[in-house]
């Protein structure tokens, strides 16, 4: 089977591309063969099967050239982020909107039903929902974002189940929790800070929070979220019923406690590199979103979270070893 994977320069669609073909990952009967990666920039990924086109993913051109015959499944995890949407209001509804309903328009000319996996996020929700693990958002509550960047994703949301409705793909949406530790560097991100704040310590480089210590966030694992997508992607329709939207599991983490977590595995002086700096435009976005989500439904269909935030890092600095090149 051919998989479309948009956003596959990115990290998380790099390694999604590396999960589907290194576990020969098999999809309504079919074994991952080749992969075509639709971004900006090429896929870090070096392999044969591995196909890169660079461009703009609202350009209904780029998406037929990376339809084919034996195309069998798009996931698309593309999007522009959160501060950044909120920033240029028309970039992030031509990326998170309109590319979204390029995409699934062209999945609805395929000859085949296509399988079609669309990254949403937590932003969707809105203040007030939620208490952290006290008190998770209920799956039955309906999306209230207040950021484009929720709204734009709530929006896709709302399409894929539309779209799933009438036969058109065979979607499932998944909503992300904010995923950490991200390698690399900051991004434009309104949660870019919570992986900045393990990151950089651990590499001994200090580090500014925006938000305060007692601001609960929904966290998952780059490997739980890379996991849980694969094991979207593997699910029959039948058991997502009408509704193909998830909540992927994560874990209720306040700031303090990820900070505990780095003194834990890293020590005092790791703890101390971090410094409270107050943002009041980055804290009105990410304290709009819950800090828990009712996860009973993707559970019990076999999704997974991290045990806890002291495994998140040791899962980073295990990932960091594994990167470096061999002397």
Request: charged residues 20%; proline residues 7%; glycine residues 8%.
């Amino acid at each position: 089977m051919h998989v479309i994977v948009t956003g596959g320069a990115g990290f998380l669609g790099a390694r999604l591309i590396q999960r589907l073909l290194s576990d020969e990952t098999v999809i309504e009967g079919q074994a991952v063969t080749r992969v075509t990666s639709i971004d900006l920039a090429p896929c870090p990924v070096v392999d044969d099967r591995v196909e890169s086109l660079t461009g703009d993913i609202a350009d209904p051109a780029l998406v037929q050239q990376a339809l084919a015959d034996d195309t069998g499944t798009v996931c698309h995890l593309a999007a522009v982020v959160s501060s950044q949407a909120e920033a240029d209001f028309d970039l992030g509804m031509r990326v998170n909107l309109d590319a979204t309903r390029t995409l699934l328009e062209a999945c609805r000319a395929h000859s085949k039903r296509l399988r079609f996996l669309f990254a949403s996020s937590l932003a969707v929700f809105g203040p007030g929902l939620s208490q952290g693990r006290s008190q998770p958002v209920p799956e039955a509550i309906g999306p209230r974002p207040r950021s484009s960047y929720g709204a734009q994703k709530a929006m896709g949301e709302l399409l894929v189940n539309d779209y799933s409705r009438r036969g058109f793909v065979d979607g499932r949406v998944c909503r992300l929790p904010t995923i950490v530790v991200r390698p690399g560097k900051p991004n434009q991100a309104a949660s870019s800070f919570a992986s900045s704040i393990i990151r950089e310590p651990l590499s001994g480089i200090e580090a500014v929070c925006p938000v305060a210590g007692e601001l609960p966030l929904w966290l998952s694992s780059p490997r739980a979220v890379v996991a849980n997508l694969v094991h979207a992607l593997t699910l029959s329709g039948e058991p997502l019923g009408d509704w193909r939207t998830l909540n992927l599991p994560g874990i209720t983490v306040t700031v303090n406690e990820m900070l505990d977590a780095l003194e834990r595995v890293a020590g005092p002086s790791a703890r101390q590199l971090v410094r409270f700096e107050p943002d009041a435009a980055i804290d009105a976005i990410v304290a709009s979103w819950p800090g828990g989500l009712e996860v009973k439904r993707p559970l019990a269909l076999g999704f997974r979270a991290d045990a806890d935030f002291d495994a998140i890092i040791h899962a980073y600095r295990e990932s960091q070893r594994e990167d470096e090149p061999d002397t």
